[in-house]
């Protein structure tokens, strides 16, 4: 039923003159309207417009505008999470909505489109989590993905290791990252394949998270076998703000926003900054100081069409306490917190610039799009301590200087098939790395020798379409096939010309089938099928024999089922991956190398309920079960691979000033080798949050590791030998969580 007039104001003008003054109630019309906030009249950006009872849907623009053809006689509906939904019956007619802003209501999923995608795939979900819970650095960002457990082993300025759907995905080798549609994942990267730093990403600017798991959508290509996740930054802000952080471990940081220019239909835009520094838990400090620069705009160029520009920067550099041996901490030989070489540690920087030409008509969604990237990278790390040198240590030092530059075409728009109502999206784009990257020994920082070194050119050409087509009012399929062509050459940098050089070309076809049913009013069924990959590092692929996989495909397939309602969603998924090839990191060897056929199974479930008009509670809880296919029983356990993971949190928003937040992880114990003999253990951790509210003053407070408990954030079996130890010793190997720690700090809004 439509809602009451007070919420409604409509506006009809006639659009058809000279064929009567009235049309059949089964006529069709094209609609074309706009939604506006009712406070303030700020128009509302991604509404889901929708016809009440059939498959025919849209999303507003930057500028609230949005168009969709109806029957008249039929509903239409409008509604944006964070406002009322509102409806008016189609006429032929121009519409003007206002709605009026309310609580995080899920209502507004209930116009959208079933969803193609898996259940965590679900974008509304994804922006309510960005709604209600704390994102307060680029780690927290990462772990609104459902599933999804990073950890981080090299004093905070290294790349997190990434665990998803029963992967230990390293530093991003399983898990395809993107901002804005630039690829975060470096490929050949001199530390392992696929390294992912998200810590250029300030939270402050992230609009929107497309989480899609597993390998189902065509616009997610290499790296992408356990899942994607796409960030999107914000092309305004409201307000402008400056906000200081201090607390435990010399720990402390500033961020700034400040918009310019006009409202969404005029240039304009906005600049955010940041700085952060910490000396972490460890006896031997961290001085890990960080520093970022985030810049985006946009002009208009046409009614149809736009221009959109972005600069981003950071630089990092950081000490690290390195992986300690179980039985030197556990024979006293050094403090949990202590460290055996603490010359461990690195640099890194990062620039990105990146210009679109995209529309701004929301039937033909098209975006054409450049970017480039320039990448330093030193790391000093020493795994295994005086394995293979007793005198000089085990340390080595590995570098990495890069462009990136590459370009991608999209298109997505309504789009018959066999006289069925549906939408297409297209793709097409081209990435190329440039890269030098070098392997050397090293002792207190300095080089001793460089045991390999190369210049890497590494190009992927890919295509992509998928067809979505509706078998009824219901029922949806999806289908769709991509392209990838990578062409990989290798140049010999190592002094004497020990090193490898080679070029070699490969191609894969990665096809995609999606299927959701529309069961009942908030309740979708769905199953997906589909296959991805994972490239190998660049020097691997061209000295590898013609036969051997060098993009080791992914056959996945899921189903599941999502039930959403006003005051919340629940959903659960079951899905299988089996890959053909493992990429592993060698620590002796600061390498990353391949392994055999591996299978994966698991179940998803996720919980999102509003328990009162001020309180939020979800959970997200994760099993996996893997193994590898082709090895003996008794040494078939894929390494690190998580079998249990979970999160919970209770989040009070708006509770007159006062807000905050109440949230668990959980990690459950698991093999750390082949054999299951050594055993990485689990860990739960509590964090709480609150913010209180004066004015333009916010008032900030955090204690991370609420009840102090003892854990490890990253472990591994290693074998390793201590300076006078006769023999080596494999065993857990560790870098520790931090303790209790707190946070105080205060926010001032424009």
Do not use: C
Request: no cysteine; hydrophobic share 40%.
């Amino acid at each position: 039923m439509p809602l009451p007039p007070v919420l409604l104001r409509i506006r009809l003008g006639v659009l058809l003159t000279g064929v009567g003054s009235s049309l059949s109630a089964q006529q069709l019309v094209t609609v074309v309207g706009s939604a506006h906030n009712s406070v303030g009249g700020a128009p509302i950006a991604d509404a889901r417009v929708g016809i009440r009872g059939r498959d025919a849907w849209t999303r507003t623009t930057n500028e609230g505008r949005f168009r969709i053809t109806g029957a008249v006689g039929e509903w239409l509906v409008v509604a944006r999470i964070g406002f009322r939904p509102d409806s008016v019956r189609v006429t032929n007619a121009f519409v003007e909505l206002r709605l009026t802003p309310s609580a995080y209501s899920l209502q507004a999923i209930t116009v959208s489109e079933p969803p193609i995608g898996n259940a965590a795939s679900n974008r509304e979900i994804r922006e309510l989590d960005l709604a209600i819970r704390p994102r307060e650095s680029s780690q927290e960002l990462l772990r609104l993905a459902p599933g999804l457990v990073i950890a981080q082993h090299a004093g905070g300025g290294k790349a997190e290791q990434i665990f998803l759907r029963g992967f230990d995905a390293d530093h991003g080798t399983d898990v395809a990252v993107s901002v804005d549609g630039t690829p975060v994942n470096l490929v050949s990267h001199a530390h392992g394949q696929g390294y992912a730093d998200l810590h250029f990403l300030l939270p402050d600017v992230v609009a929107a998270i497309d989480v899609r798991k597993g390998p189902y959508d065509v616009r997610d290509g290499n790296l992408a076998t356990a899942g994607a996740v796409a960030f999107t930054t914000r092309d305004r802000i409201d307000r402008g703000s400056v906000e200081g952080r201090g607390g435990s471990f010399g720990s402390g940081s500033g961020r700034m926003l400040l918009p310019f220019g006009g409202d969404v239909g005029h240039a304009g835009g906005y600049i955010a900054a940041g700085i952060a520094r910490t000396d972490g838990p460890f006896l031997a400090a961290q001085d890990y100081r960080r520093s970022n620069l985030f810049a985006k705009g946009s002009v208009p160029l046409s009614p149809g069409a736009e221009a959109v520009a972005t600069l981003s920067g950071f630089d990092s550099r950081w000490n690290a306490s390195g992986q300690l041996p179980s039985r030197a901490v556990a024979d006293g030989s050094v403090s949990r917190f202590g460290s055996l070489d603490p010359s461990e540690g690195g640099s890194t920087s990062r620039l990105d610039a990146s210009l679109a030409l995209r529309s701004r008509d929301p039937q033909q969604r098209w975006q054409i799009r450049a970017y480039a990237t320039g990448y330093r990278f030193q790391l000093f790390s020493n795994f295994t301590f005086f394995l293979n040198d007793s005198i000089n240590g085990d340390g080595i030092a590995q570098r990495d200087r890069r462009t990136l530059v590459g370009g991608e075409v999209s298109i997505e728009r309504p789009q018959s098939l066999l006289g069925r109502q549906g939408s297409l999206v297209a793709i097409a784009g081209i990435r190329h790395d440039d890269a030098e990257v070098a392997l050397a020994d090293q002792t207190g920082r300095t080089l001793r020798h460089v045991r390999i070194a190369s210049g890497i050119d590494e190009a992927n050409l890919f295509v992509g379409g998928q067809q979505t087509i509706a078998l009824g009012n219901r029922v949806r399929l999806g289908f769709g096939l991509r392209g990838d062509l990578f062409r990989a050459m290798v140049r010999d940098r190592t002094p004497g010309g020990l090193g490898v050089a080679g070029a070699r070309s490969v191609g894969i076809l990665s096809p995609k089938l999606n299927l959701s049913v529309a069961a009942g009013r908030g309740l979708t069924l769905f199953a997906n099928a589909g296959s991805g990959f994972h490239s190998n590092d660049a020097r691997d692929v061209v000295v590898a024999p013609r036969n051997a996989v060098v993009l080791p495909r992914a056959l996945a397939g899921e189903f599941g089922a999502r039930e959403t309602w006003g005051r919340g969603t629940l959903a659960f998924s079951a899905w299988a991956i089996d890959l053909q090839s493992e990429l592993v990191f060698v620590g002796d060897e600061g390498v990353t190398e391949a392994s055999g056929r591996t299978r994966r199974v698991g179940l998803d479930l996720e919980g999102r309920v509003q328990v009162a008009s001020w309180l939020w509670a979800d959970a997200d809880v994760n099993l996996s079960h893997g193994r590898f296919r082709d090895a003996p029983l008794d040494g078939n356990l894929i390494p690190l691979a998580p079998t249990v993971t979970a999160t919970a949190g209770l989040t009070v928003r708006d509770l007159g000033p006062v807000g905050g937040a109440l949230r668990l992880r959980h990690v459950g114990s698991r093999a750390a080798d082949e054999s299951g003999a050594i055993t990485a253990l689990g860990y739960t951790v509590t964090d709480v949050s609150g913010l209180v509210r004066l004015g333009r003053l916010n008032l900030i407070a955090a204690v991370d590791n609420l009840l102090n408990v003892t854990w490890n954030e990253a472990q591994f079996a290693t074998t390793s030998r201590l300076r006078g130890e006769a023999t080596p010793v494999t065993e857990l190997n560790f870098t520790p969580g931090a303790r209790r720690s707190f946070q105080l700090g205060i926010r001032v809004m424009r």
